[in-house]
């Protein structure tokens, strides 16, 4: 059994809430050991970081894949490879495909397929009602057995809170992670920006901040009824903050994320109506933002993720209420949270906190950690190289970043997974 040895690295450890120089040995695919600058062991191969950092490699919950139905769109092939690229070692890949994940024969096949074409480790998510329609639940439990790791039925609410409930209190049974995103549907549809001054100047339709405090407020509602093991998705108002403040402190078991676009840009960001900047929800305003930073602080929210939605050309390029929501996110996920390292707002292991520990926690994993045992998952990477963002050099299908052309710090050198490299920077 072949040992690896990563000498002079910077150790991003945010179990420990450090950052440390340091070696790690890899040995049958886990980690086997860590430790300070001197006595390092024997080793087959070492591989020398320069003083670079040597993290967990990022657990992205919420990445779409097209397949089926859109591979023009994005491929497990070319998600992978994205991934790889990005320092992600693990996707969980949500259902809203055509057709919808909702039955063990899709699941099966989009597992077979994953494997077969993609370098990293996929996990499938599965739909929470039959097509996404929020009419009638699927079947969890032959669902989890073909190994979905998780329920939603992503941007598409359920509105009818009897089949809501219902299906929280059958995925409790089965100790079933349901994904919601708290949104209240009929006020956010149609929306293109958040309701203020800005949208107003610039003729969008708009939805309050309060329709994600509505529909959280919704959700939490019938997590204390049932009991269900809940995530949402995606919290990005300071309105939403409080609800799931108290719904943390009254025991309730429930998670939150948010993506790497609400964490970074503004609703002032569309301000020439670049379709690149539509993702769902809305950009929000720079008070939100702060205040969802603030929360990613504390701990308040645990997770940050891609939300990767590949869109291609002929869907972006129409009008900004017309347009398609979404933007790709893989390959920027790392650069695009450095940009929080770099202001000062997070350190890098509460970073790598949200971005490895808590997702992989969530969902049940081993990885995410750098500790002896867990699995060497790992992403090298120089959190300040900087560089101009060029979108057609991504390896994602779709290229529809809101990053086009930005100036970024921060590149990833090399992704292992299970102590193989699958990604290496040229």
Request: some cysteine; aromatic content about 6%.
């Amino acid at each position: 059994m072949s040992k690896t040895l990563f000498t002079n690295a910077r150790l991003i450890n945010p179990e420990a809430g450090t950052d440390t120089l340091g070696w790690l040995l890899v040995e049958g695919g886990r980690i086997s050991a860590m430790g300070g600058e001197a006595d390092t062991p024997e080793a087959d191969e070492r591989v020398d970081c320069a003083g670079q950092c040597l993290a967990p490699g990022i657990v992205d919950i919420g990445v779409k894949v097209c397949e089926p139905g859109e591979r023009h769109k994005e491929s497990y092939r070319s998600a992978g490879l994205a991934a790889a690229a990005g320092g992600v070692t693990t996707m969980a890949t949500r259902p809203d495909t055509l057709p919808a994940i909702d039955s063990p024969e899709v699941l099966e096949f989009v597992a077979r397929r994953a494997n077969e074409a993609a370098p990293v480790n996929v996990l499938p998510m599965a739909a929470l009602t039959k097509g996404r329609e929020g009419r009638e639940m699927t079947e969890i439990g032959f669902l989890m057995d073909a190994g979905a790791v998780a329920f939603t039925d992503c941007d598409h609410v359920v509105s009818d809170n009897k089949v809501l409930s219902r299906a929280f209190t059958y995925a409790r049974s089965l100790g079933a992670l349901v994904i919601c995103h708290p949104q209240d549907p009929g006020l956010s549809a149609g929306a293109a920006a958040t309701s203020g001054k800005f949208a107003s100047l610039r003729g969008l339709p708009a939805v309050s901040p309060m329709a994600e405090r509505m529909g959280l407020d919704r959700d939490i509602a019938l997590l204390e009824m049932t009991g269900a093991k809940y995530h949402a998705d995606q919290i990005t108002t300071a309105r939403a903050l409080p609800a799931l403040e108290r719904a943390k402190r009254n025991g309730l078991d429930i998670t939150a994320g948010t993506s790497i676009h609400h964490l970074t840009l503004n609703e002032l960001d569309v301000s020439d109506y670049r379709t690149f900047f539509k993702v769902k929800p809305p950009l929000r305003s720079e008070e939100d933002r702060q205040a969802v930073i603030e929360a990613l602080r504390s701990g308040l929210i645990d997770i940050i993720s891609s939300m990767h939605t590949p869109q291609d050309e002929e869907s972006k390029r129409l009008p900004f209420e017309e347009a398609a929501s979404g933007a790709v996110a893989l390959e920027t996920l790392l650069p695009a949270a450095l940009r929080l390292y770099h202001a000062e707002a997070l350190d890098l292991p509460t970073l790598f906190r949200a971005m490895s520990l808590n997702p992989a926690r969530r969902l049940g994993l081993a990885s995410g950690r750098l500790a002896v045992g867990a699995p060497a998952d790992l992403v090298l990477f120089d959190p300040h190289k900087p560089f101009v963002l060029d979108r057609f050099a991504l390896k994602s299908k779709s290229k529809n970043t809101p990053f086009d052309g930005a100036r970024l710090q921060g590149k990833v050198l090399a992704t292992y997974v299970a102590g193989t490299p699958v990604y290496e920077a040229d």
